[in-house]
T-cell receptor, first 112, second 113 residues
C-alpha cells in the first residue's frame, strides 16, 4: 500500500461549485498535513497546512484532517476559473529530519 | 523575481552530454532540496542540503550529482542520463530541513534524447 493515495482526476466543475479534494494515508505517524497548488508550468506553492487533527480555514479554502480515518480533505468554496490547477497533498512525521511525502496530485479545472 | 529561481527553464540533452541545473534562493533559508516530478507520479525527493551539508540522498543514481557551494545556491550536475530521466526538476528551500513550508522554484523541464 502506498503511503499517500490521491486520485489524480482530472476533476472538472462549473464555476461557483464546491470542490472537495482528498487524500488517504497509511502511516499513523504523520502529524503535519499540507496542500500545495501547482499551476501549469509552475512549481508548487503551499496553500495550507495543518498540524494533527482538525480544521483550518483561509478564505474560500478549508483543510480538514481526520487522523482516525487517515483522511485529509481540501474544500474550495465558490470555485473560480483561477483555481484551475493541480492540487498536491503532502504530509510528514514529527521530527527534525523527516521528509515530506507527496500524493500524485489531482488536476482540477473550473469551467466559467 | 520569485523567491526561488531555477535556470534553465527548459533543457534538451543527449545521453552523452553533461549539463547543470542551477537554483538560487533569495529568502535567507538554510535548507535546499532537489525534487523530481514525473507524469502521474508523486514528487520524489532527491537530495536535501542543510547549511550546505548534504543531509539526505534518496538512493539517486550517480549520474545526478548535487553541489551546494553556499546556502543560497544549489546545482544539479547531470551526465550520461537516460530517457527515463526526462522530467520536471524542482528546487525548493525552507527555513530548516524540518520546516513545513517549502518554497519551490518553477522547475527545469528536462528532456533526454
Amino acid at each position: 500500500q502506498k503511503e499517500v493515495e490521491q486520485d489524480p482526476g482530472p476533476l472538472s466543475v462549473p464555476e461557483g461549485a464546491i470542490v472537495s479534494l482528498n487524500c488517504t494515508y497509511s502511516n499513523s505517524a504523520f502529524q503535519y498535513f499540507m496542500w500545495y497548488r501547482q499551476y501549469s508550468r509552475k512549481g508548487p506553492e503551499l496553500l495550507m497546512y495543518t498540524y494533527s487533527s482538525g480544521n483550518k480555514e483561509d478564505g474560500r479554502f478549508t483543510a480538514q484532517v481526520d487522523k482516525s480515518s487517515k483522511y485529509i480533505s481540501l474544500f474550495i468554496r465558490d470555485s473560480q476559473p483561477s483555481d484551475s490547477a493541480t492540487y498536491l497533498c503532502a504530509m510528514r512525521k514529527q521530527g527534525g529530519s523527516e521528509k515530506l511525502v507527496f500524493g500524485k496530485g489531482t488536476k482540477l479545472t473550473v469551467n466559467p | 523575481e520569485t523567491g526561488v529561481t531555477q535556470t534553465p527553464r527548459h533543457l534538451v540533452m543527449g545521453m552523452t552530454n553533461k549539463k547543470s541545473l542551477k537554483c538560487e534562493q533569495h529568502l535567507g533559508h538554510n535548507a535546499m532540496y532537489w525534487y523530481k516530478q514525473s507524469a502521474k507520479k508523486p514528487l520524489e525527493l532527491m537530495f536535501v542540503y542543510s547549511l550546505e551539508e548534504r543531509v539526505e540522498n534518496n538512493s539517486v543514481p550517480s549520474r545526478f550529482s548535487p553541489e551546494c557551494p553556499n546556502s543560497s545556491h544549489l546545482f544539479l550536475h547531470l551526465h550520461t542520463l537516460q530517457p527515463e530521466d526526462s522530467a520536471l526538476y524542482l528546487c525548493a528551500s525552507s527555513q530548516g530541513p524540518s520546516n513545513t513550508e517549502a518554497f519551490f522554484g518553477q522547475g527545469t523541464r528536462l528532456t533526454v534524447v
